[in-house]
T-cell receptor, first 111, second 116 residues
């Protein structure tokens, strides 16, 4: 079956530091890949997505590239802000409409 | 636009009681999903509907859980009888069907359920 593995947190960074959260997946066929973000007390919000190999999703300074050869979709941001503190989820969708999520990575950015 | 609306936001009740969680999806969305989030197990899909019809309920933990979608604008998740291990945050999400399966799901703010 489909599965998503993302780096365990928590991740603590200083403001303006570089962020990488690793995500790898196992799936049959050609899944679509997503990053969702969850702020405290809220539901998940779509951050970015990529639907085919070599696509790059980007939003709010975050980027992730769909790498089929390494089955990866790592999330990066060049300069994090305190307001980026949240839990980040990597997810994939295969041939049906179901999303498979990673366990989430808690990011804390200190001023 | 109104997002996915869930009620109640918080529910505290004693074990053995019936619990009903409610969800109003975004208008025009054909898919509706119920998830459960816990520290131990992360985010789990319980059940999802397409055009009000349950498609996959393999994630429903046991017969104490049931979900219905009587119309396109309303769904319920019911637990009867409730147990302390059901304590979690329950999310409802909805999504459009544009035929390519790439549309994102939109999540509500969740119901934080505590069973004492």
């Amino acid at each position: 079956g489909n599965s998503v593995t993302q780096m365990e947190g928590p991740v603590t960074l200083s403001e303006e530091a570089f962020l990488t959260i690793n995500c790898t997946y196992t799936a049959t066929g050609y899944p679509s890949l997503f990053w969702y973000v969850q702020y405290p007390g809220e539901g998940l919000q779509l951050l970015l997505k990529a639907t085919k190999a070599d696509d790059k999703g980007s939003n709010k300074g975050f980027e992730a590239t769909y790498r089929k050869e390494t089955t990866s979709f790592h999330l990066e941001k060049g300069s994090v802000q305190v307001s980026d503190s949240a839990v980040y989820f990597c997810a994939l969708r295969g041939s049906n409409y179901k999303l498979t999520f990673g366990k989430g990575t808690l990011l804390t950015v200190n001023p | 636009d109104a997002g996915v609306i869930q009620s109640p936001r918080h529910e505290v009740t004693e074990m053995g009681q019936e619990v009903t969680l409610r969800c109003k999806p975004i208008s025009g969305h054909d898919y509706l999903f119920w998830y459960r989030q816990t520290m131990m197990r992360g985010l789990e899909l319980l059940i999802y509907f397409n055009n009000n019809v349950p498609i996959d309920d393999s994630g429903m933990p046991e017969d104490r859980f049931s979900a219905k979608m009587p119309n396109a604008s309303f769904s319920t998740l019911k637990i009867q009888p409730s147990e302390p291990r059901d304590s979690a945050v329950y999310f409802c999400a909805s999504g459009p069907d544009r035929g390519n399966g790439n549309q994102p799901q939109h999540f509500g703010d969740g119901t934080r359920l505590s069973i004492l």
